[in-house]
């Protein structure tokens, strides 16, 4: 079926990278565009950037500018998002989210999001 | 930068009905998005395009917009509508970005 299975729980130490993995199954992946949203403990959800699995394009969110790389393996039909010198307060749940808007037909895409993988909790700590 | 202000939370009795708000300079621009996530859950689109409702959604489930303001309503509260909902739209005012609302947790009473 149409899902989104992301990788395994993380634990990091302070200023460690992180990489997740969200691999797609059940529709073209090179279709849509992906998102990635985090959320802490007991917060919100907050936007992080979007990546054209297409083209490679992506676009970040201004506050992980220069921390944040998102890439894919159109071979696996995997999305992957990296986050570089980790905090505590990077400590979330981090979702790959589908965006409806089709590439390449949609020069951008429609901001919002049909369908989420379950999430990847990512633990910062010393 | 944009923000998207819901109110914390809201309580209904069931079968009554729950309005939540979302407000945002940018929403007489930009659509808006209706999210909601039950504890331990990803969240999940019940409202698209300000009213749209995806198939699999309840009618019970429905959208409007005026203004500044965007409002999710639940007609006919059940008990499993209990959760978190967050507003979403795009902050279109420099290099496209995405927001979320601040969040409100429906309470059914």
């Known amino acids: 079926q149409v899902q989104l299975v992301q990788s395994g729980a993380e634990v990091k130490k302070p200023g460690a990278s992180v990489k997740v993995s969200c691999k797609a199954s059940?529709?073209?992946?090179?279709?849509?565009?992906m998102h990635w949203v985090r959320q802490a403990p007991g917060q919100g959800l907050e936007w992080m950037g979007w990546i054209n699995p297409n083209s490679g394009g992506t676009n970040y969110a201004q506050k992980f500018q220069g921390r944040v790389t998102m890439t894919r393996d159109t071979s696996i039909s995997t999305a992957y998002m990296e986050l570089s010198r980790l905090r505590s307060d990077d400590t979330a749940v981090y979702y790959c989210?589908?965006?409806?808007?089709?590439?390449?037909?949609?020069?951008?895409?429609?901001?919002?999001?049909?369908?989420w993988g379950r999430g990847t909790l990512v633990t910062v700590s010393s | 930068s944009y923000e998207l202000t819901q109110p914390p939370s809201v309580s209904v009795s069931p079968g009554q009905t729950a309005r939540i708000t979302c407000s945002g300079d940018?929403?007489?621009?930009?659509?808006a998005y209706w999210y909601q996530q039950k504890p331990g859950q990803a969240p999940v689109l019940v409202i698209y395009k300000d009213s749209e409702r995806p198939s699999g959604i309840p009618e019970r489930f429905s959208g409007s917009s005026s203004g500044t303001t965007v409002t999710l309503t639940i007609s006919g509260v059940q008990a499993e509508d209990e959760a978190d909902y967050y507003c979403?739209?795009?902050?279109?005012?420099?290099?496209?970005?995405?927001?979320f609302g601040t969040g409100t947790k429906v309470t059914v009473l």
């Open positions: 940018a929403l007489p621009k930009q659509y």
């Open positions: 059940g529709y073209t992946f090179t279709g849509y565009y």
């Open positions: 979403q739209s795009a902050d279109s005012s420099g290099t496209y970005q995405g927001v």
């Open positions: 989210a589908r965006d409806p808007a089709t590439t390449p037909y949609s020069s951008s895409p429609y901001w919002y999001f049909d369908l």
